[in-house]
């Protein structure tokens, strides 16, 4: 692939685009000291697809996603959105954006100590207009025995789940989960992407999904992978893994 093609990752006909980038690049500083986190970044990424995207830190891969999600802005470049272009939204445009159309899972859970599951995602839930109800959300997760917990009751691998569960009670268009398994061993981790893959298949969210760990690239539908702020690459998998099947 040439740097100067747009990276269109190929889907089935009748899959729409749901994010259009074009030329983004991101520039953190001035002069000598400036950061080039993106360098004219094209790609296209298509309704209810499961991608992750794979490169060392520093390769650009938290910057795309955190301007996927409109927590940030780049330097130059557009960015579409199906029809809304959020590279011309106002701060409170991209703030309705992220709260109607995302959620984002990180490696971390920022749970609220004092709250029990149920009312960590509840949280979420009195923000948007038509949300899960929490305990479904929670069941969608597999924690429908553990909602009364509080998180210090909870291991790591459900504290992470309740997270997830917080995040899709939104009823997300876009999952946007940043190294989310970073801090999990393996059979933990695999708990927590067969929570991705279910809700990526039952609710057709869009799940792009940051990780160092190239096992988990087994269960998308496209990998792409990141380089000094560039597309290097993009791979599809004609057959899924479950992730039962991975091991790392």
């Excluded at 100067?4 to 990752?9: F, L, S």
């Excluded at 002069?31 to 490169?55: C, P, T």
């Excluded at 279910?198 to 988990?216: E, F, K, P, S």
Aim: proline letters at 4%; charged letters at 20%.
């Amino acid at each position: 692939m040439s740097q100067g093609a747009a990276a269109e990752v190929k889907m089935p006909s009748g899959s729409p685009a749901a994010f259009r980038a074009r030329g983004l690049t991101k520039v953190y500083g001035a002069g000598e000291s400036a950061v080039h986190a993106l360098r004219g970044v094209d790609i296209d990424l298509h309704e209810g697809d499961f991608l992750v995207l794979l490169g060392p830190s520093g390769s650009g891969k938290s910057t795309l996603l955190n301007i996927l999600g409109g927590l940030d802005r780049p330097t130059a470049g557009t960015l579409h959105y199906r029809d809304t272009e959020l590279t011309a939204c106002s701060d409170r445009e991209l703030t309705a954006f992220r709260r109607r159309h995302v959620g984002f899972i990180f490696q971390f859970y920022n749970l609220i100590p004092s709250l029990t599951a149920r009312e960590n995602v509840a949280l979420v839930t009195e923000l948007v207009e038509k949300p899960m109800v929490p305990d479904d959300a929670l069941r969608l997760v597999g924690l429908g025995e553990r909602m009364d917990h509080f998180p210090a009751q909870l291991s790591g691998g459900e504290q992470q789940r309740v997270a997830v569960a917080r995040a899709v009670a939104k009823r997300p268009q876009v999952l946007l989960c940043d190294e989310p398994t970073g801090a999990l061993d393996s059979a933990t981790g695999v708990r927590v992407l067969e929570a991705l893959a279910d809700v990526n298949q039952t609710l057709g969210t869009t799940t792009v999904v940051i990780t160092h760990n190239a096992t988990i690239a087994g269960m998308a539908d496209h990998v792409v992978h990141f380089g000094d702020g560039r597309v290097v690459s993009i791979e599809s998998n004609t057959t899924k893994r479950r992730p039962s099947e991975l091991t790392w």
